[in-house]
């Protein structure tokens, strides 16, 4: 008895509340994801050298020092920037199927009820048949 | 507001899902969604499964069957996502965030299970509700008992007398149950029986919902706050790597995280405060002061755990704490260069990383292992500790704190103090709630009065040790002798026994053999001490109120000042009641304080700082905390001692030459003294009742400055010891001949104990300046002389019955 009572109640959240519910866990995963791929972080310090990694300029070395450690540095700063780069455009990608992925909830969500109410209906014939 | 109020508004925020819960309940929900969820997959599976073998054989029917079991999937697959639906919807109710704002809110669990109850019998219907039985099992009360006490109730908590005071807008489980409490009297005279007041009615709740909060919070994955604290990637990766501090590196202590703990308000300001330090953007370093060696941990195990769930201030946020192993450190840098230059390394390593939080456990015993190595450790780190690329935590105890750091200019410029609290039983408690999670399972289930009773034991009765230490480690100690035993409902009494087993102090609830004992002790008493009846009386209630549980736990267990001459039976008073209270795990340690009469008494007892010798008392109660001391001659010691006495007899404790606190609340102390002694052998030859010259006898004490009053009010008994008479002395000889008769007979031996013997030995002990003394040495040197004799030239034989004639004897 219970469940036809319950059932209006139901549906006057699946339509109502439930909307609002969505919409706060989707904007929950929308900032965990970004917050995860720590896509501003990694925009921020895009071209850091990779884990601090390089040589230092010294004092009075000579020319091909200060080339070579130019040239180890921006070594390092470049497999920093490509390693950053990769997980900002995963990221970035998540963000994107997140966006996606919602709207595609959103709109099951409406029939939901109606399709579910078909699937069983219809199994149920389909398993007596 | 009255409970049916309560009622309405409860059902106004949540009637939907208690109409769900009523027909199928959350737990169940889960199980069905589990099911259908396995069920589902699998049944989808079977028509490939089915596919593949209709290829090696050929089934007939198999276009049906597969039919068939799509219908079958596809019916499990909707069921499941109803289930899942159904679930949605709960938890939508059951975290009404944004109707906390709006007028009068209640917890969902609270509200449910108001709404279950009857309003005609309050009390009943909550502790017959998931919450109140589980409350109940918390306090230790079975069922039957609670129903018994529920039908023998005078009056019947109903909507009509419940009236309930709110505060705020909040409905909580503490005001419900504490209102529940203080309107049903028959409740609280009940629940008293348990040891439970409103305080722990309130800490058992609080308890049981923050437990429950936590289970609820981990099923609630997709909460902001759960996805807050996933670790981020790449946040480390513009930081530089630590290789050469990463073979030093110890392992923290594992710290549970803020939202599943039972939270104790113990380290949490010390927590701020660190946090608020290492915040700085100069000189950012905090020396952590405490005893407590796991304690101190933890509170950086927590920051590491708090820097990791990304919820402390932006300054601290991507940092790492790295915990500096200072022994495996020195172990494997022996030389001063290489320690040298192995810590600066490091330092310049981790001020490079640049996101590095150093802690330095034990600062003081790092920097003098640093010293005997020829290394003077501040000046090696002092150009590091003001970088604003590098925070420093040192961990100190607070003795070397105040000797080592403390004077040091250096540091104590470079590092700010956070001290740590001492805990309080409250937070002890809490602290023993979130330890038990490891334990408890199917087997083992604490009382929340089991744990009041560790807390309280390990203060009380293990004096090494620091809180909340000492509880956790007489817990660790528990648990698997409880496993052992069977036990599953872990009560105050189960504590208290094996405390006692371990200590040999008697406590928890009395045993009838015990009961009977404390009911007679008198005569129990009186079968070794010959008359004192006075004395035999005091020291029986002082023993009765010690193990009553009513006495000041802050001091010994009782002291007593026995005046009387000598031979009278005043150690043999001390021995029976060490044999009484402690039973067999006693241990009388005696000090004849003439010994401590001249200059340096007092350093020769609690030892000398300059000497460094340690001290002869404080030595004898750290090896045996438990029994009597006995002080015998205590008249002539030196003031000073007896102030040192003054105070132990207080607060139950000294402090020896370094400062250490020496335990004496475990003891009974007994100080015996012949002065006054005269007196008391004047007031008996006039006639006088003894205990009423027993005033004229102390102020005479008081007036002769034997005795300070102060020190004479601070003894729980000043017992008069009265000269033997002759009815007294004829009984001493018996007992000591009776004695003399059981051992003898052990060799076979058979000594006849008749009036003419007992009258002999008796007359040896009629100067009263020496009591009962005389009697003892005549037994010594005439009966057992003459017993040797006989044995020797044969007159006597081994079996046969040895009597001593009037003849042999004078």
Request: charge should be negative; charged fraction near 20%; proline fraction near 2%.
């Amino acid at each position: 008895m219970n469940f036809f009572i319950i059932f209006p109640y139901y549906l006057a959240w699946h339509y109502g509340r439930a909307f609002s519910n969505i919409g706060n866990i989707w904007k929950n995963y929308f900032i965990f994801i970004y917050n995860f791929f720590s896509i501003k972080t990694l925009l921020i310090t895009l071209f850091s050298p990779w884990r601090r990694m390089g040589d230092e300029y010294r004092e009075h070395s000579s020319l091909g020092d200060i080339a070579g450690t130019f040239v180890v540095n921006t070594l390092m700063r470049c497999v920093g920037a490509v390693m950053r780069l990769i997980i900002i455009i995963i990221g970035i990608l998540v963000l994107l199927f997140s966006v996606v992925l919602g709207l595609a909830v959103l709109v099951i969500w409406l029939f939901l009820p109606a399709v579910l109410g078909y699937l069983v209906y219809f199994s149920f014939i389909g398993f007596l048949k | 507001m009255n409970f049916n109020d309560i009622k309405i508004i409860a059902k106004k925020l949540y009637y939907p899902i208690f109409l769900l819960e009523d027909t199928i309940s959350h737990g169940r929900r889960k199980k069905v969604e589990l099911i259908l969820r396995i069920t589902s997959v699998l049944s989808f599976l079977t028509p490939s499964i089915l596919y593949f073998l209709n290829m090696v054989v050929h089934l007939s029917n198999f276009d049906l069957y597969t039919q068939k079991i799509y219908a079958v999937s596809i019916l499990l697959l909707s069921l499941w996502v109803i289930v899942i639906m159904l679930e949605a919807f709960y938890f939508s109710y059951i975290h009404l965030d944004e109707k906390k704002a709006q007028g009068i809110f209640i917890d969902f669990e609270l509200a449910y299970t108001m709404y279950k109850m009857s309003p005609e019998d309050i009390t009943a219907t909550f502790f017959g509700s998931s919450m109140g039985s589980y409350f109940l099992m918390r306090c230790g009360i079975s069922a039957e008992v609670f129903n018994e006490f529920l039908s023998k109730r005078k009056q019947i908590l109903s909507n009509v007398n419940f009236k309930f005071n709110l505060d705020d807008n909040n409905i909580t489980w503490e005001d419900f149950i504490a209102s529940i409490f203080e309107q049903d009297k028959d409740l609280q005279i009940f629940l008293f029986q348990f040891s439970i007041q409103k305080k722990e009615v309130i800490e058992i709740i609080d308890w049981i919902i923050e437990r429950n909060d936590a289970y609820l919070f981990a099923e609630w994955w997709w909460s902001k706050e759960n996805l807050d604290h996933i670790p981020s990637i790449g946040q480390s990766w513009s930081y530089g790597q630590i290789y050469t501090l990463q073979k030093y590196r110890g392992a923290l202590p594992m710290a549970m995280s803020a939202r599943y703990e039972v939270h104790s308000s113990y380290g949490v300001d010390e927590l701020k405060e660190l946090e608020s330090v290492l915040s700085r953007s100069r000189d950012a370093n905090a020396i952590l002061v405490g005893n407590d060696e796991s304690g101190r941990l933890q509170i950086i195990s927590h920051l590491a755990r708090k820097i990791d769930e990304g919820s402390v201030s932006p300054e601290l946020k991507h940092k790492t704490v790295v915990l500096l192993d200072t022994d495996s450190f020195v172990s494997q840098n022996g030389g001063k260069i290489q320690f040298e230059l192995e810590l600066s390394k490091i330092l310049i390593e981790a001020i490079s990383a640049g996101n590095i939080i150093l802690v330095i456990n034990n600062l003081p015993s790092f920097i003098s292992s640093s010293k005997t190595l020829g290394v003077d450790l501040t000046t090696l780190i002092e150009p590091y500790l003001s970088s604003p690329n590098l925070q420093i935590i040192a961990i100190s105890d607070t003795d070397n704190f105040h000797q080592i750091i403390e004077k040091n200019i250096l540091l104590s410029q470079h590092f700010e103090k956070v001290l740590i609290k001492d805990i309080d039983t409250t937070n002890t408690i809490k602290v023993l709630e979130n330890e038990i999670m490891r334990f408890e399972d199917s087997t083992i289930f604490f009382t929340y009065q089991s744990l009041v009773a560790i807390s309280e034991s390990a203060e009380r009765y293990f004096s090494e040790g620091i809180m909340p230490d000492k509880a956790i480690d007489l817990l660790l100690e528990i648990v698997p002798k409880l496993k052992s035993l069977g036990k599953h409902l872990v009560e105050k009494e189960d504590i208290l026994s094996l405390v006692k087993v371990k200590t040999g102090i008697p406590v928890g609830e009395l045993t009838s053999e015990e009961k009977n004992k404390l009911l007679n002790l008198e005569k129990i008493l009186h079968a070794r001490i010959v008359g004192q009846d006075e004395a035999v009386v005091s020291i029986s209630n002082a023993v009765r109120r010690s193990r009553s549980g009513i006495v000041n736990p802050n001091r010994p267990i009782s002291s007593f000042l026995f005046l009387g001459p000598t031979g009278v039976g005043k150690t043999e008073t001390t021995k029976a009641l060490n044999d009484v209270f402690f039973g067999d795990q006693g241990h009388i340690m005696r000090l004849d304080m003439s010994e401590y009469s001249g200059a340096g008494a007092l350093s020769k007892l609690i030892g000398s700082f300059e000497t460094n010798q340690t001290g002869i008392l404080s030595t004898m109660l750290r090896e045996h905390q438990y029994g009597v001391l006995l002080l015998d001659e205590f008249e002539k010691t030196t003031e000073e001692v007896m102030n040192l006495f003054l105070q132990v007899l207080d607060e139950g404790f000294f402090s020896d030459n370094l400062g250490k606190k020496v335990n004496a609340r475990n003891l009974i102390i007994i100080a015996t003294s012949n002065a006054g002694s005269d007196l008391i052998w004047e007031a008996i030859k006039s006639g006088s009742d003894l205990s009423k010259s027993k005033e004229i006898i102390i102020d005479s004490l008081i007036k002769q400055g034997i005795f300070k009053p102060e020190l004479l009010n601070r003894f729980d008994g000043v017992v008069l010891f009265q000269p033997l008479t002759g009815a007294n002395l004829r009984q001493i000889s018996k007992l000591m001949l009776d004695k003399l008769h059981n051992r003898l007979s052990g060799n076979g031996i058979n000594l006849v104990v008749n009036d003419t013997l007992i009258e002999f030995v008796a007359g040896h002990g009629t100067d009263p300046k020496f009591g009962a003394r005389p009697i003892n040495r005549a037994i010594q040197e005439k009966v057992e002389q003459i017993i040797a004799k006989k044995l020797i030239d044969g007159s006597a034989e081994k079996g046969k019955g040895i009597i001593l004639t009037k003849e042999e004897l004078y």
